[in-house]
């Protein structure tokens, strides 16, 4: 099972849900003999490994594939720059040249070329990390600074996972905020999506958007309110009018923010939150058993 714990915006407990989560289905063994993996999929700039420390397995750099220009039988049609959707390919007067940071990698230019003048080749994106915990399996990507292209070393993430887990495994993924491109990728997969919002005007407005976008994927999905008792009632009025289950409310405690800033799990400390998460493990299990 893919479970993808996703939001609107930035900042409002992703990480929080996710790490804490994992440890907690790991901890407490809800899903037998099933293993527990979490990988960050938020690879422009991951934090789950502040909270999760293991001992790392294994480390791969990871790489796409951007054409690369051999003008030695190049008869400078212009063919590669009118299949290129993204402008990362262009025809300038004698030359052709290559954009790494807009390409997309979809083979078109390189397959199209009448000559065989743009050969792909591998490009360092990021690197994956492999951690191994007492109860659960950690997996983080990160993408190298100056790439700007998510969505490949995503994709790759969670081939990644497939490859290395079976299929009864429970795979959750940290994925990154928004309602763009990369979100998509993390969850177009996903057997259940858990949106993570704050009762404030903006966790309601980007709720909205999130639920959308995972109306037009066609998933299944639940909300879990977090720093629950600051703000309104808006976003639970929201979710009950359309028939949108929460799942869990995490409440606002100073406490809490207190271990966050330290790199501790909050429920193994805060009652409270293990209840919570007691629901969103039920939620799960319920789902689980209608797939």
């Given at each position: 099972?893919?479970?993808?714990?996703?939001?609107?915006?930035?900042?409002?407990?992703?990480?929080?849900?996710?790490?804490?989560?994992?440890?907690?289905?790991?901890?407490?063994?809800?899903?037998?003999?099933?293993?527990?993996?979490?990988?960050?999929?938020?690879?422009?700039?991951?934090?789950?490994?502040?909270?999760?420390?293991?001992?790392?397995?294994?480390?791969?750099?990871?790489?796409?594939?951007?054409?690369?220009?051999?003008?030695?039988?190049?008869?400078?049609?212009?063919?590669?720059?009118?299949?290129?959707?993204?402008?990362?390919?262009?025809?300038?007067?004698?030359?052709?040249?290559?954009?790494?940071?807009?390409?997309?990698?979809?083979?078109?230019?390189?397959?199209?070329?009448?000559?065989?003048?743009?050969?792909?080749?591998?490009?360092?994106?990021?690197?994956?990390?492999?951690?191994?915990?007492?109860?659960?399996?950690?997996?983080?990507?990160?993408?190298?600074?100056?790439?700007?292209?998510?969505?490949?070393l995503i994709?790759?993430t969670i081939k990644y996972?497939?490859?290395?887990?079976?299929?009864?495994?429970?795979?959750?993924?940290?994925?990154?905020?928004?309602?763009?491109?990369?979100?998509?990728?993390?969850?177009?997969?996903?057997?259940?999506?858990?949106?993570?919002?704050?009762?404030?005007?903006?966790?309601?407005?980007?709720?909205?958007?999130?639920?959308?976008?995972?109306?037009?994927?066609?998933?299944?999905?639940?909300?879990?309110?977090?720093?629950?008792?600051?703000?309104?009632?808006?976003?639970?009025?929201?979710?009950?009018?359309?028939?949108?289950?929460?799942?869990?409310?995490?409440?606002?405690?100073?406490?809490?923010?207190?271990?966050?800033?330290?790199?501790?799990?909050?429920?193994?400390?805060?009652?409270?939150?293990?209840?919570?998460?007691?629901?969103?493990?039920?939620?799960?299990?319920?789902?689980?058993?209608?797939?």
């Amino acid at each position: 099972m893919k479970i993808a714990i996703a939001s609107g915006k930035g900042g409002t407990g992703k990480t929080t849900l996710s790490t804490n989560l994992a440890s907690f289905l790991g901890e407490n063994k809800l899903f037998g003999s099933s293993k527990i993996v979490l990988s960050d999929l938020d690879v422009e700039e991951p934090n789950s490994g502040l909270f999760l420390k293991g001992e790392l397995i294994r480390k791969e750099d990871k790489y796409k594939m951007i054409p690369e220009w051999d003008k030695t039988n190049c008869t400078l049609c212009g063919k590669c720059q009118e299949v290129c959707n993204f402008n990362a390919v262009m025809k300038l007067a004698d030359t052709i040249m290559v954009f790494p940071e807009l390409c997309h990698g979809c083979y078109a230019c390189s397959e199209l070329c009448p000559s065989n003048s743009l050969p792909m080749i591998p490009k360092k994106m990021g690197e994956l990390k492999h951690f191994e915990l007492e109860n659960l399996d950690f997996i983080e990507s990160k993408l190298i600074i100056g790439e700007e292209q998510a969505v490949p070393l995503i994709g790759q993430t969670i081939k990644y996972i497939d490859t290395n887990y079976p299929k009864d495994s429970i795979k959750l993924f940290d994925s990154p905020p928004g309602t763009s491109c990369p979100v998509i990728e993390a969850t177009k997969d996903a057997d259940l999506v858990l949106m993570v919002t704050e009762p404030t005007p903006f966790g309601l407005h980007d709720l909205k958007l999130a639920v959308e976008t995972m109306k037009e994927l066609g998933k299944i999905y639940g909300v879990v309110i977090n720093r629950f008792g600051i703000g309104d009632a808006n976003v639970e009025e929201y979710c009950e009018k359309n028939n949108i289950p929460v799942v869990a409310k995490i409440p606002n405690d100073r406490k809490i923010a207190e271990l966050y800033s330290k790199g501790e799990l909050l429920y193994k400390k805060i009652p409270e939150v293990k209840a919570e998460l007691q629901k969103v493990a039920e939620f799960i299990l319920q789902k689980k058993e209608q797939l």
